[in-house]
Structures are given as C-alpha cells and as structure tokens.
C-alpha cells in the first residue's frame, strides 16, 4: 500500500520500492482498497528484503518490528535514515467483509496520512 500511496501522491517524484520480511501472495484486500482510492496495483508482486537487490536509499520506513530490525541490519554500514511507523497489521481483521475491508482502510489512510506529513 505505502508504495502504491507513494506513487499516486508523488508521481516520479519519489523513488520508492517496497518489500516485507516473508514472502506471500497479493492481498485480494489490498487491491480493493486500493482501487478505491484511484490505484491500480495489480500489476504488484510482493517481494522480500532478499529480492529487493537495491540500495542506495536515502530513507527506509518499516511497518512492522521483524522488518525494522531487518532494515537496519541491511544498512548498519550505509548511510541511510530507517523510520519505524508502528502500523497494525490489516490481514488479522475477523468478521464481515465490510468490517475487514474497514481495518485495510484505516491502514490505507493512516498511512497517507504519515507519508503526507513526511514529505511536506
């Protein structure tokens, strides 16, 4: 999501890639919430930290505590600033469609919202 929100925001302004710590499928959810907002990301694949054979960065922002510790072990000897914006973790939302739909759109605007006060 924060890439795509990224890329919707601050079109070929910003470089930006997004990977997690464990590999795993396209959310179903993800592409809808998405969708609702103007963003196409189907053509996304989830990729893993091992995947994304980058660096160079000037900023990496990790979601979840496994990917924070793993950023800074990938860049303890670059000079790259690692945030941590704690975000829960949408895919363990439980009952209707609609009320798991709402816990990817809290996700979804929350980051906008960080990554809008980031930039500016």
Not at 22 to 48: C, L, N, Y
Request: charged share 30%; glycine share 4%; proline share 5%.
């Amino acid at each position: 999501m924060a890439e795509g929100l990224i890329n919707l925001l601050y079109p070929k302004q910003v470089y930006t890639r997004s990977c997690g710590v464990f590999a795993g499928e396209r959310d179903p959810f993800v592409d809808s919430v998405m969708d609702e907002v103007g963003m196409d990301i189907t053509d996304h694949q989830p990729k893993t930290f091992e995947d994304l054979a980058e660096d160079g960065f000037d900023l990496m922002v990790t979601l979840a505590p496994e990917a924070h510790h793993m950023a800074l072990e990938l860049t303890r000897t670059q000079s790259v600033d690692v945030e941590y914006w704690p975000t829960i973790d949408p895919t363990v939302a439980t009952g209707s469609r609609s009320q798991i739909m709402d816990a990817y759109r809290a996700v979804r605007d929350t980051l906008k919202r960080k990554i809008e006060q980031r930039m500016d």
